[in-house]
Structure formats: structure tokens, C-alpha cells
């Protein structure tokens, strides 16, 4: 009993890449601690944390639902574990069921603001699923779902929405944007023969990852104006001078005639430059 509740924990995990949490979760902390300037306490914090880790958990869960089709007659995804009868769709919807209970509970045990946001949150993290079978700008409203995360965290101790949040979370939006587009390129010829829309469908590769490239530096200037709005001191532009190179390292894994690194720089680069910046934004608030 106790080793099949572990193989389905671990493949219920596997199925929804709950490591990859890396990408967002720091980011909401980074919100959390430049809104107090200053650690939150722990009430908060692990508040927060269940907010996030619920909310990406009702993201992730839903997709894997709504494009389970998708998956299947996609070579790339077809191993993912609905398509190859690993786990069912009732099984991730119960996980989602529950997720979602969660993060319910944990914004309300937060502050009154974030209950009132936390439905449309979850039209956001689930809506964003369906945005590829209609527009090329799903690239976008994925950065926007996951730039919740910085708000979150900001109003979760503050209580308020406030403008430079807004700005970290556009932040956020246009660097997940960025590197989903590279993702994506992967899928070109497959997206144009099933109906499907992105930047490098519609485009191509070599003008979608200048696009990223776009998006990626249109971030940097926002991490870098929020840092001057709220006067944070050198440590933190530091940690934004190494997610720079970071960035750049990864643009030059990923060539238009040359996609064999792109996980590579998905998961591993993206992964570095969230911790960075947030072990850097914690050092700036206590110098």
C-alpha cells in the first residue's frame, strides 16, 4: 500500500514537473520581500508558498487535461502521462480539485484582497491552456499567468496592489514569454499542420527567437526600473547583471537550424536565473 501511494504521488508530480516550480516560486518571494523590505514572517511565508505551489499545481494539472489530445498525436509530448495511459484524467483532476481548495484557503488566510483575486487568478492559470488553439500571443498571456506570481507575494504581505508590483510582475511576464517562445520552437511544423498558433508558427524560428530576444530584454528593463523605483541597493542589480549573462548564454544555445539544446536551456539556464535573482534581491534587502 504504502509503495503504490509513493509510485502515484511520484508520478502525479512527474506528470504536472512539480520541480519546475523553480521558475515562478522564487519570483513570488522576491514580490514578498521587496514589499516589506525586509523578510515577512513566517505566518506569511508559508502562506504564500502554499498559494503559489496550489496555484501552479491547478495550472499545470489543467493543461496536462486540456491538451491531453494535443499530447497524444504529438511525437515530442506523447510520453507524458495521460497520452501514454500512466495516469487518468480523473486522477490529475482530483489533484487539481484539491490544489485549487488550497490555494482558496491560503488567500484567504492571507488578507481579504487576495481572496477577491484568487478566482480570477485561476481563470488566468487555466484559461491560458486554450489561448494556442486561438492566438500567437499565448506566449504572452502564459507570462502574464505566471507574473502573478510577484503580485502575490507582494499582496500577500502588503494587502494592497500597487504599481511597482505591477511592474515586476511585467517583468516576469515578459521573460517566461521569452523562453516559452523558444520552447516552442520545437513544435513549428506540428502546430501548423493541427491548427495551432505561436510566434515561431507564425513567423518562423529565426524571427521568433529574435523576438525572444525582444521579450527578454524587456524584462531586464523592468527588473532594473523596479530596482531603481524602490531604491534597492547594488546586490540586487548585481543578480540582474548574471541573469543578463544567463540570458544571453542561453539565446546562444539556441540556433534557428540547431533546436538540440533548447531543454537545456528551458530548464537549466531558467532555473539558475530565477534563483539568482532571488538570492540577490535577499542579500540587497539586508545590506
Given amino acids: 500500500m504504502i509503495i503504490r501511494m509513493y509510485t502515484k504521488t511520484r508520478q502525479l508530480l512527474e506528470a504536472i514537473k512539480f520541480e519546475h516550480s523553480v521558475f515562478a516560486l ?13 523578510l515577512p514572517d513566517l505566518r506569511s511565508f508559508l502562506w504564500i508558498t502554499c498559494a503559489m505551489v496550489s496555484a501552479r499545481t491547478v495550472a499545470m494539472t489543467s493543461n496536462r487535461i486540456i491538451d491531453a489530445t494535443i499530447d497524444f498525436n504529438n511525437p515530442r509530448t506523447r510520453g507524458r502521462a495521460i497520452p501514454a495511459g500512466i495516469l487518468s484524467k480523473k486522477a490529475l483532476a482530483t489533484m487539481g480539485i484539491i490544489a485549487a481548495v488550497i490555494f482558496f484557503i491560503a488567500a484567504g488566510m492571507l488578507n481579504p484582497l487576495c481572496l477577491a483575486l484568487s478566482p480570477v487568478a485561476l481563470v488566468v492559470v487555466i484559461g491560458y491552456s486554450y489561448s494556442k488553439r486561438f492566438t500567437w500571443m499565448s506566449h504572452i498571456i502564459l507570462g502574464w499567468a505566471d507574473g502573478i506570481a510577484p503580485v502575490g507575494g507582494w499582496i500577500g504581505v502588503r494587502g494592497t496592489m500597487d504599481l511597482e508590483a505591477v511592474l515586476l510582475a511585467g517583468g516576469v511576464a515578459a521573460w517566461i514569454a521569452g523562453f516559452d517562445i523558444i520552447y516552442s520552437c520545437q513544435d513549428v511544423d506540428f502546430d501548423k ?33 523596479v530596482g531603481v523605483w524602490l531604491g534597492i541597493s547594488w546586490p540586487y542589480f548585481l543578480g540582474l547583471l548574471i541573469a543578463t549573462g544567463l540570458m544571453i548564454y542561453e539565446h546562444r544555445l539556441v540556433k534557428p537550424e540547431d533546436l538540440s539544446k533548447v531543454n537545456m536551456a528551458f530548464f537549466n539556464v531558467n532555473g539558475y536565473i530565477s534563483v539568482v535573482v532571488m538570492v540577490c534581491c535577499l542579500v540587497a534587502v539586508y545590506v
Avoid at 26 to 38: D, K, N, R, T, W
Fill in 193 to 225: 499542420k493541427n491548427g495551432l498558433h505561436s510566434i515561431p508558427q507564425r513567423w518562423g524560428t529565426r524571427i521568433a527567437l529574435r523576438i525572444s530576444r525582444l521579450f527578454h530584454l524587456i524584462a531586464m528593463v523592468c527588473f532594473v526600473s
Fill in 26 to 38: 522564487p519570483f513570488a518571494y522576491i514580490g514578498m520581500v521587496l514589499a516589506e523590505q525586509q
